[in-house]
């Protein structure tokens, strides 16, 4: 379980670095951008899948978007001298607190990811009493 976190946490980074690659593409016209923004793109979903198969969708999703979309803000104000207003402090400080209200919220039996376990359904064609040429022959009547 830890190791999904660390995926998650790389799925994070990666979707940042391909996010700040893609800003110096400059509209896809740059080869070693491109090239550098599919890579971390490409690492960041095989690190979320990776995540996902032990921790339940909802909180993946909410944390990857949540963190990546905070940490591009201040990223943008730091690196790229974009204005941070207050509205945008506030509205960051928001996804934030429902990141969190949102991973708390959840019963700790949700935190395993569903569909880990497969069952084999077996059906005896004995037992099952159906004429299947009665349905064919009113599926085919029209």
């Known amino acids: 379980m830890a190791m999904a976190y660390v995926y998650l946490a790389a799925a994070i980074i990666f979707e940042?670095?391909?996010t700040l690659t893609l800003k110096n593409t400059e509209g896809f016209t740059k080869v070693i951008p491109i090239i550098l923004t599919l890579?971390?793109?490409g690492i960041c979903f095989v690190a979320l899948a990776a995540a996902l198969?032990?921790?339940?969708?909802?909180m993946v999703y909410s944390i990857?978007?949540?963190?990546?979309?905070?940490?591009?803000?201040?990223?943008?104000l730091w690196m790229f001298n974009?204005?941070?207003p207050f509205h945008k402090v506030m509205a960051t400080?928001?996804?934030?607190?429902?990141?969190v209200m949102l991973n708390y919220t959840q019963p700790k039996t949700?935190?395993?990811a569903k569909g880990d376990t497969t069952e084999t359904l077996t059906i005896d064609k004995s037992s099952v009493n159906v004429k299947t040429t009665e349905i064919v022959a009113q599926r085919n009547s029209g």
Do not use: D
């Open 64 to 76: 990857w978007a949540g963190v990546g979309t905070a940490a591009m803000a201040f990223i943008g």
């Open 93 to 99: 400080t928001l996804i934030v607190i429902g990141v």
């Open 110 to 112: 949700e935190q395993i």
């Open 53 to 58: 198969k032990s921790l339940p969708i909802s």
């Open 82 to 84: 974009e204005p941070l």
């Open 16 to 18: 940042v670095l391909g």
């Open 39 to 41: 890579v971390c793109h």
